[in-house]
């Protein structure tokens, strides 16, 4: 859209663009298509836009052949942008990106985000958007170049911060150009810039706490100019030690840690959970017969090995909204590791019954207790593992404190919305996940 179109437009439209919102309409037209190429967008893909404004990044996004669902706060131009793209695959949704509820895209399957983002909201959407339960895979967005320089900062530079380490711990950061002024209307007082975000593979940085990274770095970053050794008093007793084996300074100061470094010192200080800690393979498991009756006991190793028939709970957790506690399985599990699956599960062990199991695993897995009823019993066959599975049902707002050795995440969604991904997504979810899920919405009450 050339610039002289953009001021008839808003004209036309009655739209004065407000500052405080960052409305400067991007009418550079090769730099749109560009930005749509740097995202590698094809027809196959799902594009989440933020902040449309006239369409200058959705028409060359549209033209790939792909869906989109773009977020416009201003409902003049969310009403502009139903008319100037009717009969195209894209969806305009007037509101707040910031109240968007990101987890409504698992059923498109990976969704990659476009976005000219004001300042003002910036680093709480990116935050937000690019969290570890997210199914966006790529995003390719225009923000403020100051902005953009602390998010791609590298250690001992000035942009380097809290902001950089936070988004960096979650993905890989590409600065991938400055952007004039000029190329907007109106003007901002600012140059902007692109950057490329690709979230991290589930294995890609080392196992670590993230609430106590987080602590560590926020304190560090307390007094840029004052020593670690003396910010961490407290938190590391033994720096010196610390600043050996994380390869640091005795004198070092936050800025000049990496995020590597910050994730060794974390661990220094509380050394994550063992990769088989959740997964003992010599375990005792009931075996049972094809009437769920008890014949015997052997190890994990082998009932698995031999698919001999054993005995499973699953537990449903509900909020007060009526939403389902989904568990991520981590990606150190023996079987189906890294898909979505019930609250809580796990096997049957030799000198157990189901009951008492269901309460041992919720508190292993979720550090949570709560009155837990029955609902069916899932017979063992093939789709189950040869599982005899009893399902139970259970109320928890939570909070939650899941096992870090068998969980990735954990997260509510709305039973309308785990179905609709079911259909879209199947293979997202644990096998015994699905037949309990079916099992539930077909059981009576």
Request: aromatic share 8%; proline share 6%.
């Amino acid at each position: 859209m050339k610039l002289s179109e953009i001021g008839n437009i808003l004209r036309e439209i009655r739209v004065v663009p407000v500052k405080t919102l960052g409305q400067n309409f991007l009418h550079d037209q090769n730099l749109a298509r560009w930005m749509v190429q740097e995202a590698t967008i094809s027809a196959s893909d799902f594009v989440l836009e933020i902040g449309p404004g006239l369409g200058a990044l959705t028409e060359p996004a549209l033209a790939t052949g792909a869906r989109v669902l773009a977020i416009e706060k201003d409902g003049r131009l969310a009403d502009f942008l139903r008319v100037r793209f009717a009969d195209r695959r894209v969806e305009i949704i007037h509101g707040d990106a910031l109240e968007f509820e990101v987890q409504q895209l698992f059923p498109n399957g990976p969704v990659k985000l476009l976005g000219n983002l004001p300042y003002y909201i910036s680093t709480q959407l990116l935050l937000r958007y690019f969290e570890q339960a997210s199914p966006i895979t790529l995003g390719v967005l225009m923000l403020q170049r100051e902005v953009a320089a602390r998010l791609s900062a590298a250690p001992r530079s000035k942009d380097y911060g809290i902001l950089t380490l936070a988004v960096q711990l979650q993905c890989r950061v590409e600065y991938l150009r400055t952007v004039p002024a000029s190329v907007f209307l109106p003007q901002p007082e600012v140059d902007s810039a692109f950057v490329r975000l690709t979230p991290r593979e589930p294995n890609e940085l080392p196992d670590h706490d993230r609430e106590l990274f987080f602590a560590l770095v926020r304190r560090g970053f307390s007094q840029r100019r004052k020593q670690l050794g003396k910010l961490l008093r407290e938190q590391v007793a033994d720096w010196p030690q610390a600043a050996r084996e994380i390869g640091a300074s005795a004198t070092a100061r936050a800025e000049e840690l990496s995020l590597a470094q910050w994730i060794a010192l974390s661990n220094f200080v509380q050394p994550p959970p063992s990769r088989d800690a959740g997964t003992d393979l010599a375990e005792q498991f009931a075996v049972v017969d094809e009437m769920d009756r008890v014949t015997g006991a052997m190890a994990r190793s082998e009932v698995h090995g031999n698919n001999l028939r054993h005995r499973a709970v699953h537990i449903f957790l509900f909020n007060p909204a009526g939403e389902l506690l989904l568990q991520k399985r981590s990606r150190w599990k023996d079987r189906h590791p890294n898909v979505w699956d019930s609250s809580a599960a796990g096997h049957v062990g030799a000198g157990e019954e189901y009951d008492e199991t269901a309460r041992r695993e919720l508190r292993e897995e979720l550090g949570v207790t709560t009155n837990l009823t029955r609902v069916t019993q899932l017979p063992a066959s093939e789709k189950t593992g040869q599982e005899f599975i009893w399902l139970y049902r259970g109320e928890h707002p939570g909070p939650f404190l899941p096992a870090r050795s068998e969980i990735d995440a954990i997260q509510f969604f709305a039973p309308d919305m785990i179905t609709r991904w079911i259909d879209e997504r199947a293979g997202d979810f644990a096998p015994g996940f699905l037949e309990c899920w079916q099992a539930y919405r077909h059981h009576p009450g």
